[in-house]
Structure formats: structure tokens, C-alpha cells
């Protein structure tokens, strides 16, 4: 076995690459999209060793052209959770042995292939089976995911370099941080491909084992991580990939003695429900569960009347409206004084207005479709209602088809009282509700922002008083857990800017930071001696002279 200590290779960001007309990467990409429409896929569940088919076989479809077939899943049952749960388990033992470098090379060549052989391959898929845009699949599937691999292989070398003092005479302290006892059940969402492949990954990069059950609108995607993780060296049975119903893997997981922990990115109320359900039956399991979970947000804009107004502008498009307002992180509502708004109004149609809708095959296209038809119907009716509302008027956009892919037009919706529904309840779409304040009420105003919704996970500050900004940061400190000055309230960077928010937003573990990688082990002091004491009496003990 190797002996050192064992520097790995520094991390940098994953540059972006532009896809502009003329580039290689542009005809690249293209050429990738025509081969994934062409061809109709069979994806398996991976357990253990084994791609594993059923006979009950699920449509992929594009959501912005939902008649064309993209390929098939299988769709597993509860045994299929348990063949997973004992997968894992069987391979726990051997993984967690496996030498720290040993586990660390295997996920830095998975971000090598995922930024080389399979970046556009990966990219197509993102944008097939999600609808994205060229960009905005390259941000996430190219460039977010490997820097999630490559920042956590940092993380977990500074982890366990850490260690006590070296001071104490005839004694030998150290620290070794162990994986969890059991499996880790990894739940991701369907809207970013990397967030999918680093809420197992990296708690598999720790020495756990795991279960991973994708978003079945992301199975597409998921697909192709896997193939990187397998290509990269990964054994078996250390991720398994199944695709079962979450009330199925609920019921086999959460009552399982070896249940270790839960990654999860999601909706509040299934994150409150898992809760509940662990709750309910810890005392089943060997060791308490860690619980980890990023679970949405209602992510807000604040411009104070100094605000620059193109700035302004060009955060509240781009924040609310980029991967239709599918974002986490996405601008939901602004806070706009009455000074400003009728010069950003204006400004703010001007550019919706040129914005162009379509499929992501047409790179022209800054607006794709939204998820699927459950998501389209649950986001109309927020504006069917606005638009009949006496509390609110939608003023830009407001249409939507879902004859061909479920197009939803921008919207934004001014409010009328600062309590309207969609300034609180998290819509997940291309809707942004602004609210008009007078100017003399922002102090006001920052208490509203603060106390209007349950979330707490992103938000930002327009301004050029720094006074304001000061008063501001001070006063939404709880507000967001990535907050924002002078740009929009998205785009967190890896390494740059670590993910996550409080109140109903999640636990704050800070997606690809020390942070969270620490939930995922189990810390164990050692103490050596080296001149141990051979009599139990102290010198306190002695007779007095």
C-alpha cells in the first residue's frame, strides 16, 4: 500500500465556454443534440454489478417537444430498493478501506471526462431532457458538476489534514474521520444535472455507500453521470441508480436498520415529511441519521432608489427568467421604489419582449419549456388568478401553450398589497411578482422582505448607497443564505460562492464546501500514550509533612 501524504492537484473552475456561432464547441454540441434525437435509449437501473430492465418501460421526452421520444426507462419497485440497500452494503466494507487518494483519483478523472469525452454528450442531454439552453446546460452539466468533483477532492484532503495540536509531552492525538455506518440515501432534484451527480458523489467520495434516486424528469441525464462514475473506476455497488416511486423507496428506506443519512434536494414539504417520517422511526436505526437538504426558495431583488437602473434591469431578467425561473436561486419577487418603476417597467418589457421561445435545439432561443405538464398546470393557475386577482395585475407576458411543449411566457405580475400569494409561495417558474414601496419606506421595506416568506435561501441588494448596502446586509442576514449586492440573486460558483439557506430553504450544509463533506463522516479521536502512569495514586494524595 502507498505511503504519504499526498497533495492533490489544485482546483480551478471549469472555464465556460461560450457556444457562440463559428466556435468548435457550438458544432460540437449540435452535432451531439442530433445524435441523442436520433436515437431511442433503453436506460437501466445500476445495482450492484447489474444494469437492470423491467417490463414496465417510461417514456422520455423533451419537455419543449413532448411527442418525441427520447428513449425508455425501466421503472423499478420496492424490491429493486432492497436489491439496492443490500448492493451498497456488500460493496461498504471494501470502499471504505480503499485509501483516501485511491477514492480522490477516481472522482478527479471523472471530472476529466466529464469536461472532455462527455461534455457535449452530457450537455445534450441537459438540454433534451430538461430544457435547457446551450448556456445554461454548460454551466450547470459541464462546468458546475466537474467543479463539484474536483473543489470536494480538495475539501476532503484539507478534511482529514486536519488535526489536533502536536504539543502534548509522551502523547500521540490524532483524529481519523470514519464514513457513516450503513447507507446514505441521495434524493435529487430534475433542474440542475449537477446538483444530481454531486449529492451522491460526493458523499461517496467520504467512503459511504449509496442509493440514488433521480428526479425521473433528470433520468436522462442521470444516465450519463453514471456512465462517467462507471468509465471513471467507480466499483460496484458503491452509487446504486434506481428509479422507483418516492413513497416505495420511502417505505424501504426510512425503515431500514442501516438507514445512515439522507442527501436531498427537493420541495420543503417532501424535506418535512422525510423528516417526520425519520423522526418517527429512529429508533429503528443503529445510529441517528444525518439530514441534509436544500429545499427551494422564494428568492427576492431588493432595489433601494439608488439603484442603477440597467443593473437593475438586467438582474431581475436574467435572475427570473434564465432556465425559465426553474432555478432554486431564481428571482420569484422584487421590491421595487416607486421612483424606479415606471423607467424599469419599461425596460424590462423592452428586453422580454425580445426575448425568443422555443426548443433548445434552436440556440436563438433564451426560453425553453418548463419541466412537464403537472408543472405548467400548477404555474398557469398562478396567473390565471392574477389576472382576475383585484390584488394584483399581471403586466408582461401571461401566455402559455402545452400543445407541443409546455411554454409558459414570461410573466410578471405587479402586486398591489405586500401579502399577495405569489410574493410568498414558491411558483418555480418563468413568474416574477413585484412589489412598488415608496421611497421613504425602505427601512420599512427590509422587514417586509425579511418576514414575507418561509425561505431563506438566496437574495440580493440593488444599490449605490452604501449606507444602504450596510443597512441592508445587516437587516436580511437571515434572509438568504447567498445573498447578493449588485447583481442577480443566482449563479452561485463553486468554490466561489458555497449553496445554501436557512428557515425553509434547507439545513444550510453549503453544497460544494468542507461544510457539507463534514456531514458525511463521523469523526474518531485517538489518544496514544507513550509513558503511560503505572500508579493510581496523584501526588494530591501524599501525607503532609
Known amino acids: 500500500m502507498l505511503k504519504g501524504f499526498f497533495n492533490v492537484p489544485a482546483p480551478v473552475n471549469e472555464p465556460v465556454y461560450t457556444y457562440a456561432p463559428g466556435t468548435k464547441e457550438r458544432s460540437l454540441l449540435k452535432a451531439a443534440i442530433s445524435e441523442a434525437r436520433a436515437n431511442e435509449i433503453d436506460v437501466p437501473m445500476y445495482i450492484g454489478s447489474e444494469e437492470v430492465r423491467t417490463e414496465n418501460k417510461v417514456k422520455l421526452t423533451p419537455p419543449h417537444d413532448h411527442q418525441h421520444v427520447l428513449g425508455y426507462y425501466s421503472q423499478g419497485t420496492k424490491s429493486h430498493v432492497t436489491d439496492a440497500i443490500h448492493a451498497a452494503l456488500a460493496a461498504k466494507a471494501d470502499w471504505e478501506n480503499l485509501a483516501w487518494e485511491q477514492r480522490a483519483a477516481i472522482f478527479l478523472k471523472a471530472a476529466e471526462l466529464a469536461a472532455t469525452k462527455y461534455r457535449y454528450k452530457l450537455n445534450a442531454a441537459t438540454m433534451l431532457g430538461q430544457s435547457k439552453s446551450a448556456y445554461q446546460a454548460e454551466i450547470d452539466s459541464a462546468c458546475e458538476f466537474t467543479d463539484f468533483l474536483r473543489f470536494n477532492v480538495q475539501y476532503m484532503s484539507e478534511i482529514y489534514a486536519q488535526q489536533p495540536p502536536a ?13 457513516l455506518e450503513g447507507f446514505v440515501f441521495a434524493l ?15 458523499v461517496a467520495m467520504m467512503g459511504n455507500v449509496v442509493v440514488w434516486k433521480p428526479s425521473n424528469a433528470q433520468i436522462y441525464s442521470a444516465n450519463i453521470l453514471m456512465q462517467i462514475f462507471k468509465e471513471a473506476g467507480l466499483p460496484d455497488g458503491v452509487i446504486n441508480l434506481v428509479y422507483v416511486s418516492g413513497p416505495d423507496a420511502g417505505d424501504v428506506i426510512f425503515k431500514h436498520p442501516d438507514f445512515a443519512g439522507i442527501h436531498f434536494t427537493g420541495s420543503t414539504g417532501v424535506f418535512q415529511d422525510i423528516w417526520k417520517t425519520i423522526g418517527q422511526n429512529i429508533h429503528l436505526y443503529k445510529t441517528y441519521p444525518r439530514i441534509v437538504g436544500e429545499t427551494g426558495g422564494k428568492d427576492f431583488i431588493l432595489a433601494h432608489p439608488s439603484a442603477d437602473l440597467a443593473v437593475l434591469n438586467t438582474a431581475l431578467v436574467r435572475g427570473a427568467f434564465e432556465y425559465q425561473g426553474q432555478k432554486c436561486s431564481a428571482a420569484s419577487r422584487a421590491y421595487v421604489p416607486q421612483s424606479l418603476w415606471s423607467k424599469l417597467q419599461h425596460s424590462m418589457e423592452k428586453d422580454i419582449k425580445s426575448f425568443k421561445m422555443g426548443g433548445t435545439e434552436d440556440f436563438g432561443n ?34 402559455y401553450d402545452k400543445s407541443k411543449g409546455y411554454f409558459i411566457e414570461p410573466t410578471v405580475i405587479l402586486a398591489k398589497t405586500p401579502d399577495y400569494e405569489t410574493l410568498s409561495e414558491e411558483l418555480f417558474g418563468p413568474v416574477l411578482t413585484i412589489y412598488v414601496y415608496e421611497d421613504k419606506d425602505w427601512s420599512e421595506t427590509l422587514k417586509l422582505v425579511d418576514s414575507t416568506s418561509i425561505y431563506a435561501l438566496t437574495g440580493a441588494v440593488i444599490s449605490q448607497d452604501r449606507y444602504a448596502i450596510q443597512e441592508a446586509t445587516h437587516a436580511l442576514r437571515n434572509a438568504a443564505g447567498n445573498f447578493y449586492i449588485n447583481d442577480k440573486c443566482t449563479g452561485a460558483v463553486v468554490g466561489q460562492q458555497p449553496f445554501g439557506g436557512a428557515r425553509g430553504s434547507g439545513t444550510n450544509d453549503k453544497a460544494g464546501s468542507m461544510i457539507n463533506l463534514l456531514r458525511w463522516v463521523s469523526p474518531r479521536t485517538i489518544k496514544e500514550t507513550f509513558t503511560p502512569d503505572t500508579d493510581y495514586r496523584y501526588p494530591f494524595l501524599s501525607s503532609e509533612d
Do not use: H, M
Open 167 to 179: 504539543n502534548s509531552k509522551g502523547v500521540w492525538n490524532r483524529v481519523e474521520q470514519r464514513p
Open 188 to 202: 435529487t432534484p430534475f433542474n440542475f444535472t449537477a446538483i444530481a451527480g454531486n449529492l451522491p458523489s460526493c
Open 366 to 399: 433564451f426560453i425553453n419549456a418548463v419541466i412537464d405538464e403537472k408543472a405548467f398546470d400548477k404555474i398557469t393557475k398562478y396567473i390565471d388568478k392574477a389576472k382576475d386577482s383585484a390584488d394584483a395585475e399581471v403586466v408582461i407576458g401571461g401566455g
